[in-house]
């Protein structure tokens, strides 16, 4: 099971259980917490709190900024953090105007600091991470929302599989082209639509005459264009393709996969011996995906 799967999936199932119904989104919240506590030691074994809460709890607040299906209370919460942050043009005001005003409930821990970081970021277009125990800001990415992760939950297994397979592929054609990779451990929680392929860090060293930069290959985003693209509203949609009917075309999924990772190859080699912008025209002339916005 995906650590993110079983995060968003815990969440998805207290925000509807009716035991929880009278409780309200901070409550919620915590039970989340609680649960995604107890199932990650019986699925994954132990892993250090301050690893596993944030990730619970910006994962709880994403979902609910974007809920297709908001609660009642969460809507009201929802339009009031939305209001309350939107003028606040740094976040420390906000804290700060949050703290005042909210005084009689606000407490110094990380679930109310969540409330208050995830609140202003999505009133701002940004998305929160925990890293090097601080709460970041980084530029807003899209949303895979609920009921699409539960049509891609039955097929994760065989999607995975596949994409892995072509993405040993890309990299043996990037050794051949002169790259050299080097592939770590990155974060340990990513984006549900990355299927684990976030959870590395790939670099490529060009060849040394080309004297460039090391790039990061970014394999997530890749992968999650395959699966999910973005659509028009900023939120992924499961490829009508290649998830037609319910079921997998697994061809229509190795040939997708193969197109995006080669397009992003061909570009790369291209740059080796040419500028951006004629190695940006030239991969277009031959038919590869290349957008100028994520190219090297």
């Known amino acids: 099971m995906l650590p993110i799967f079983l995060i968003r999936a815990s969440i998805d199932w207290i925000r509807h259980d009716s035991q929880f119904k009278d409780s309200n989104p901070y409550s919620r ?3 989340s917490l609680k649960l995604v506590r107890r199932l990650w030691h019986e699925e994954f074994g ?11 709890l910006i994962a709880y607040w994403e979902e609910f ?11 009201e919460w929802r339009e009031g953090l939305r209001k309350h942050s939107s003028p606040h043009e740094t976040y420390d005001n906000w804290e700060k105007w949050f703290k005042i005003n909210y005084a009689e409930v606000y407490q110094d821990n990380d679930l109310w600091k969540s409330v208050v970081v995830c609140a202003w970021a999505n009133s701002h277009q940004y998305t ?5 125990g601080n709460w970041r800001f980084l530029s807003s990415k899209s949303y895979l929302p609920t009921a699409s992760m539960w049509l ?4 994760v297994s065989v999607v995975s599989e ?6 040993e592929e890309e990299l043996r054609a990037y050794s051949a082209s002169g790259f ?8 340990i929680f990513g984006n549900l639509e990355c299927l684990g392929f976030d ?4 670099t490529l060293y060009f060849p040394a005459h080309s004297k460039r930069d090391p790039i990061n290959l970014d394999a997530g985003t890749m992968v999650a264009d395959i699966v999910a693209p973005i659509s028009n509203d900023w939120y992924r949609q499961l490829d009508h393709v290649i998830f037609a009917e319910n079921f997998v075309d697994v061809t229509a999924l190795t040939n997708r996969a193969r197109y995006v990772f080669a397009s992003r190859r061909r570009m790369l080699e291209l740059l080796i011996d040419h500028d951006w912008q004629n190695a940006y025209f030239q991969a277009a002339a031959e038919g590869w995906l290349v957008e100028e916005k994520s190219v090297a």
């Open 152 to 155: 891609l939950e039955p097929h």
């Open 128 to 132: 929160v991470r925990f890293q090097a």
């Open 162 to 167: 596949t994409l892995r397979r072509v993405f």
């Open 65 to 75: 900024f974007h809920a297709e299906d908001p609660l009642p209370d969460e809507q």
């Open 180 to 187: 050299e990779i080097k592939n770590e451990s990155g974060a």
């Open 29 to 31: 919240c915590e039970e």
């Open 199 to 202: 959870s590395r860090i790939y």
């Open 46 to 56: 132990r892993l250090e709190s301050f690893t596993l809460e944030p990730a619970v």
